[in-house]
């Protein structure tokens, strides 16, 4: 017996109440752009400059027991990592530890780098630091800046493939729900006050290559459909076409949720933020592919007949399959 989140065959309406959760969805993207700027992202150290120290050691590194030996000197957020390379040697061990900028510096100064290398002998007696380096706001804000325009060009591509791969509509709809995922996911990390950092900007350009997964999905058993059943109305075409591939659809989203819960209890606060905004973004990737794109293109409408030109609609490549 096969397992099954959904029925084999189910026959719901996803639009019986679309201005619902259009105005569900609207709501929540206003509050998320309120949060933003109202109470504003807590920014890690990528984005707001700090202190990147190299350590070496001849022991074993203990990344819980540096930052054990770290909490005490209320240094704010603190980043602890390993570092593994095939040339070092058998007894060189080497850790990164990176520290946000301090209140009124930019670089750290000598003292505080005395009271750390001291706190941090207390652990490892045979610890060394060969290398001490300060990120100033001029590189964070650079940092800032690329990662907007990595979102923005990721939206950009997106919308050009739907667009070549369907038509116009299909990338709208597609499109919007990217957005949407985005804002959201952006307005949870601003309400819950998670450090953001590079590895959320990796997370959100994941959410945007996991919902658009998702949408092509039902975008293609659309196109499948309306091409089928030319006098049923759209409407219909696409409920039909969200129920045909719900099972799959779910299936997908849960399995991937199991292994992102697993990571998010087991996995340690270094990557703790990273997974907390996947599982968001694949609750919310499942939910704008059905309630977002799906409902913007029943409003725009969509060609009907690919047997006959359409100058306003698609173009040479939208009957291409992949």
Do not use: C
Not at 75 to 98: A, W
Not at 185 to 206: E, H, P, R, S, Y
């Amino acid at each position: 017996m096969r397992l099954r989140l959904v029925p084999a065959e189910t026959n719901w309406d996803f639009f019986s109440r679309t201005t619902l959760t259009f105005g569900f969805s609207a709501l929540l993207m206003i509050l998320s752009i309120v949060a933003f700027f109202a109470i504003g992202l807590n920014f890690g150290i990528d984005f707001k400059g700090g202190t990147t120290i190299r350590t070496e050691s001849t022991q074993a590194v203990d990344v819980g027991a540096y930052r054990d030996a770290l909490v005490p000197l209320a240094l704010g957020d603190v980043s602890i990592t390993e570092v593994f390379d095939v040339n070092f040697r058998e007894d060189q061990h080497v850790s990164q530890i990176r520290i946000e900028a301090q209140e009124g510096q930019e670089a750290i100064t000598e003292d505080t780098m005395k009271i750390i290398a001291a706190a941090l002998s207390a652990v490892d007696p045979a610890i060394t630091f060969p290398s001490v380096e300060s990120v100033g706001p001029k590189v964070s804000g650079e940092l800032v800046m690329t990662a907007i325009y990595s979102v923005l060009v990721a939206i950009g591509a997106v919308l050009i493939y739907i667009w070549l791969r369907f038509e116009w509509q299909f990338s709208v709809g597609a499109v919007a729900a990217l957005v949407h995922d985005i804002v959201l996911t952006i307005g949870v990390f601003a309400v819950m006050q998670i450090k953001f950092d590079l590895a959320i900007i990796a997370a959100l350009l994941t959410i945007v290559g996991y919902s658009l997964n998702d949408t092509v999905v039902v975008f293609d058993r659309v196109r499948e459909n309306l091409r089928r059943y030319k006098k049923m109305a759209l409407k219909e075409v696409l409920n039909l076409s969200i129920n045909e591939t719900l099972s799959r659809t779910v299936m997908t989203s849960v399995t991937t949720l199991i292994a992102l819960v697993s990571l998010y209890v087991l996995g340690g606060d270094v990557i703790r933020g990273f997974v907390f905004a996947m599982i968001w973004g694949v609750i919310v990737g499942t939910y704008s592919s059905i309630f977002v794109a799906s409902a913007i293109l029943l409003r725009l409408g969509v060609k009907r007949d690919w047997t006959k030109p359409d100058a306003n609609a698609g173009n040479q490549f939208a009957n291409v399959d992949a």
